[in-house]
């Protein structure tokens, strides 16, 4: 009987979502007198509905919620981007529509989680040829060097790697005995830290970082791990701060963004700017000027969400992303095999560093490394790789005790 | 392995999760709440040039309803303040200045915000700016000022340093405001070099509300007497000996006439502004009496904290505490000198105080916000201030102030057929300067629409002073 109540409540949460959405593209629809709007708001809530029915239909056993909150933060991501400008929710629309299929073939045609759990060397070769291809053939993309492009479409191989570190050290050290077990993964995470960095890509580096981090402590149970991890994090960090000039900078701007408006802290100050126009309630949805924080519609959208939805809609999405990283590691917990608990914790760890990291940035509680919000931030690589890893999620959530 | 510790080791990789997401909305709200506004109205906020361009300011009126100020567009899609003729200088102590290079003043400044709101909350102009796409404007103010008012008491103080303020002692609505010297508000980017080169003249000054040099001299009599005639008894048959002089130890307080008043009352003693009185009343009440009795008339007070809805800014005036300091300082104190100070704005919600049987009402400026379909925003409503004095108290210290203005030192206010009402006071400067001249007044005295004060700096010196400048314009009011 409980499911059934609970089944309710999920459309419930759902039908809110749907609601949010058609509001908020209509506002962008009238104000800008563009239809398109509106067709793109439906077609998305379509898109979420499918879904959620496949999922339920076939699989009621699964988290309840992952889905829903997804679908939240996405079509947030969604509102945003069209109001910022239509070319990049139409162009989202259709990596959401790629990420949402790969979400219900992971959860619906692949194999139980248990089947992949011993290819530990080809997650290896990938995790390690993705960011050696970057270091070869990366193109140079607003100072970071980690953007690879195909023909017209670029995508980032960091994004990717992630996933495969991620099921790298979980596969290695699902039966952990001795510490031996642990020399190659920590190699492993230390060249993946050391391309990252070469790459300017700190942000990243720091996600591998945390990920690496909770899987390790979970997989030994040995809090003196992460203890040492953490000093050779701050000699590698100090050593970093000496060796790297784009790491002092991000350092200097990070304590003094003000001295810097016009150059290297407009960014971070324009940001500022933005969230504290929008005060407790915001300006309200395409009444405010997101638009003068450069890059807006990538590392800084939760500066719009600020500007327009006001503090309230910034802790209603910190608050998601909490709760979407709460189902994860609930999964985690009642899941039946050490892998698949490892690659829950990876992947919850995973989302809810990405967005603590890039809006801690924006807001200037830690120094701004460049990285997208994840679901909302616009960006192909990071979408699709998003569902993958909450697919995985749900698989992992299916086969559990919970649910 | 052990499962349950896995779990609680999960549990605590959440919780450290849940601390660091907490971190993040106490950041954030403790940004907002601690450097919000600050960094929002920083210069390199884009948003707020933006906002003041994209929206055409509103227009002020009268109240009326006649125009004082509206903007326009230039070529380049900024917008001017356009002035009506003549109305520039009289309306700058009230609405201040304009200037996309110097700022804000006055009126407008601080109805900015109001000025600029297109009020994009109302959906129903949402829908009709979108359709007719119009210029999207501002709220318009309504003033209480009187126009007619306004221009008669800005040509009234002539070439007199000075300021006139006047309100609606019944209501509250300020009527007029005026300060000499002043900028023009229509010229200020041109003029400006020229204007803060002037500390003299100091034309930027509002003379009526932000002054905090002026002694009240005489007129803060008008307090003294109406703390003597609720605090001591028998005050009103009581009789005061006046030879031209008090001497106090080692110090004498004269008299404005040498020879004295000889045996004297209280009523007599405002009537012909007797300081010897005064000063022994003075005495008689106390350190702690005197500062009380100006408390309670709101000195020593922050006006725009009391008001918290008007919104130019008022400067203190001060009643020094006096305890412990001698009884020179006492008598000094009582008749507005030693280190007592006033508005003229704040003399003017005295006087408004006895024409109104004890009662302050809470001045106001703007009488309506209406948006540009004539839609009322917000209206201004007539409210208590504060009441200082009993009822009985204002009416016995009113029928002095009649004969003040009837026999006493004010004549030169009388208007012909209308009972007025008034204070005089010559506020001694020092430096040899010549006293202030000062007047505060109401008429007509048994139902009064007007209260009033006046002060010319160093007027003593010319042939024109506060009475007779308050009495023309009273009589410009009330005669209508």
């Known amino acids: 009987m409980g499911s059934i109540v609970n089944h309710a409540e999920e459309k419930s949460i759902l039908r809110l979502v749907y609601i949010i959405s058609i509001i908020a593209f209509s506002i962008i629809a009238l104000?800008?007198?563009?239809?398109?709007?509106?067709?793109?708001?439906?077609?998305?809530?379509?898109?979420?509905?499918?879904?959620?029915?496949?999922?339920?239909?076939?699989?009621?056993?699964?988290?309840?919620?992952?889905?829903?909150?997804?679908?939240?933060?996405?079509?947030?991501?969604?509102?945003?981007?069209?109001?910022?400008?239509?070319?990049?929710?139409?162009?989202?629309?259709?990596?959401?529509?790629?990420?949402?299929?790969?979400?219900?073939?992971?959860?619906?045609?692949?194999?139980?989680?248990?089947?992949?759990?011993?290819?530990?060397?080809?997650?290896?070769?990938?995790?390690?040829?993705?960011?050696?291809?970057?270091?070869?053939?990366?193109?140079?993309?607003?100072?970071?060097?980690?953007?690879?492009?195909?023909?017209?479409?670029?995508?980032?191989?960091?994004?990717?790697?992630?996933?495969?570190?991620?099921?790298?050290?979980?596969?290695?050290?699902?039966?952990?005995?001795?510490?031996?077990?642990?020399?190659?993964?920590?190699?492993?995470?230390?060249?993946?830290?050391?391309?990252?960095?070469?790459?300017?890509?700190?942000?990243?580096?720091?996600?591998?970082?945390?990920?690496?981090?909770?899987?390790?402590?979970?997989?030994?149970?040995?809090?003196?791990?992460?203890?040492?991890?953490?000093?050779?994090?701050?000699?590698?960090?100090?050593?970093?701060?000496?060796?790297?000039?784009?790491?002092?900078?991000?350092?200097?701007?990070?304590?003094?963004?003000?001295?810097?408006?016009?150059?290297?802290?407009?960014?971070?100050?324009?940001?500022?700017?933005?969230?504290?126009?929008?005060?407790?309630?915001?300006?309200?949805?395409?009444?405010?000027?997101?638009?003068?924080?450069?890059?807006?519609?990538?590392?800084?959208?939760?500066?719009?969400?600020?500007?327009?939805?006001?503090?309230?809609?910034?802790?209603?999405?910190?608050?998601?992303?909490?709760?979407?990283?709460?189902?994860?590691?609930?999964?985690?917990?009642?899941?039946?095999?050490?892998?698949s608990r490892l690659v829950a914790v990876g992947i919850s760890t995973m989302i809810g560093a990405q967005a603590f990291i890039i809006i801690g940035g924006v807001i200037k509680l830690i120094p701004l490394t460049g990285i997208t919000l994840p679901l909302i931030s616009y960006g192909g690589s990071s979408m699709v790789i998003s569902y993958v890893a909450l697919g995985v999620l749900q698989k992992i959530s299916e086969t559990g005790l919970g649910g | 392995m052990d499962e349950d510790k896995l779990r609680k080791n999960i549990v605590k990789i959440l919780i450290c999760f849940s601390i660091a997401f907490l971190s993040l909305i106490v950041y954030l709200t403790y940004f907002e709440v601690s450097s919000g506004e600050k960094v929002a109205s920083s210069v390199y906020n884009k948003r707020n040039k933006d906002k003041e361009n994209q929206i055409l300011r509103g227009s002020i009126y009268d109240r009326d309803g006649d125009l004082i100020v509206e903007s326009v567009r230039n070529k380049d899609n900024t917008q001017k303040r356009v002035y009506k003729q003549g109305y520039e200088k009289p309306y700058a102590p009230v609405l201040g200045y304009y200037s996309s290079k110097y700022g804000t003043t006055g009126i407008e400044e601080a109805y900015s915000s109001q000025l600029l709101d297109a009020d994009m909350l109302n959906p129903l102009k949402i829908i009709k700016d979108i359709a007719t796409s119009a210029d999207r404007k501002g709220n318009n103010l309504v003033l209480t000022i009187d126009s007619t008012l306004q221009k008669k008491a800005y040509d009234a103080l002539e070439d007199n340093k000075g300021a006139v303020v006047a309100m609606n002692p019944k209501t509250g609505e300020i009527l007029c405001m005026v300060s000499k010297p002043i900028f023009n508000p229509a010229t200020i980017d041109e003029d400006w070099d020229k204007i803060s080169k002037q500390d003299k003249e100091a034309p930027l000054l509002n003379r009526a509300t932000q002054p905090q040099v002026y002694p009240p001299g005489s007129i803060f009599k008008v307090i003294v007497a109406s703390e003597a005639l609720e605090n001591i008894s028998g005050i009103e048959s009581k009789t005061f000996k006046c030879n031209g002089g008090l001497k106090i130890n080692n110090y004498t307080l004269y008299d404005y006439s040498k020879r004295g008043h000889g045996n004297i009352d209280i009523h007599e003693g405002l009537v012909k502004s007797c300081n010897v009185t005064f000063g022994q009343i003075g005495i008689e009440l106390g350190a702690d009496r005197l500062k009380s009795g100006a408390e309670d008339f709101l000195f020593n007070k922050d006006l725009n904290k009391e008001i918290p809805d008007f919104l130019l800014p008022i400067s203190k005036s001060k009643f020094p505490d006096l305890s412990g300091k001698g009884d020179e300082a006492l008598a000094q104190s009582a008749i507005g000198q030693y280190t007592v100070t006033a508005t003229p704005f704040q003399m003017m919600l005295v006087a408004s105080t006895f024409a109104n049987g004890g009662k302050m009402m809470k001045p106001y400026i703007v009488k309506s916000i209406v948006d540009i379909y004539g839609m009322n925003v917000s209206t201004s409503k007539s409210q208590v201030l504060t009441e200082p004095i009993k009822k009985e108290t204002a009416d016995t210290v009113k029928n002095m102030m009649v004969d003040v203005v009837k026999r006493g030192t004010g004549t030169n206010a009388k208007i012909s057929g209308i009972s007025v009402a008034g204070k005089t006071g010559t506020a001694e400067v020092g430096n040899d300067l010549p006293s202030h001249s000062w007047f505060i007044g109401f008429g007509p005295s048994d139902d009064a629409d007007i209260a009033i004060a006046v002060i010319l700096e160093n007027g003593e010196a010319k042939g024109r002073n506060a009475a007779l400048v308050a009495g023309e314009i009273m009589s410009s009011y009330l005669k209508r």
């Open chain 1, 31 to 339: 104000y800008n007198k563009d239809g398109m709007a509106i067709i793109l708001g439906l077609f998305s809530i379509a898109l979420i509905s499918y879904s959620h029915f496949i999922i339920r239909r076939y699989f009621p056993d699964g988290d309840k919620y992952i889905l829903v909150l997804s679908a939240f933060l996405t079509e947030a991501g969604l509102i945003m981007l069209y109001r910022i400008k239509p070319y990049y929710a139409i162009r989202q629309l259709g990596w959401f529509t790629i990420g949402i299929t790969a979400f219900i073939l992971i959860v619906v045609v692949f194999p139980d989680i248990e089947g992949i759990k011993n290819l530990k060397y080809f997650y290896l070769a990938m995790a390690i040829g993705l960011l050696c291809i970057t270091q070869i053939f990366a193109s140079d993309v607003r100072g970071s060097k980690n953007w690879i492009y195909i023909g017209s479409v670029g995508f980032q191989p960091s994004e990717f790697a992630k996933i495969f570190i991620i099921f790298y050290l979980s596969s290695a050290l699902k039966d952990f005995k001795s510490k031996k077990q642990l020399i190659l993964p920590g190699l492993v995470i230390m060249f993946s830290l050391a391309m990252l960095v070469i790459q300017t890509d700190l942000g990243m580096a720091l996600i591998y970082f945390c990920i690496s981090l909770a899987i390790v402590y979970i997989a030994t149970s040995n809090i003196r791990y992460v203890i040492a991890a953490f000093f050779l994090s701050i000699l590698g960090a100090v050593g970093s701060f000496f060796m790297f000039s784009h790491v002092r900078n991000r350092v200097a701007i990070w304590i003094d963004p003000w001295a810097t408006a016009t150059a290297g802290g407009h960014q971070i100050v324009q940001s500022l700017i933005a969230i504290a126009s929008g005060g407790l309630f915001g300006t309200g949805l395409n009444l405010g000027h997101p638009t003068y924080i450069p890059e807006v519609h990538n590392d800084f959208i939760f500066a719009a969400i600020c500007e327009e939805f006001g503090l309230l809609g910034g802790i209603a999405v910190i608050i998601a992303y909490f709760l979407l990283i709460y189902r994860g590691f609930r999964a985690a917990i009642y899941a039946n095999d050490t892998f």
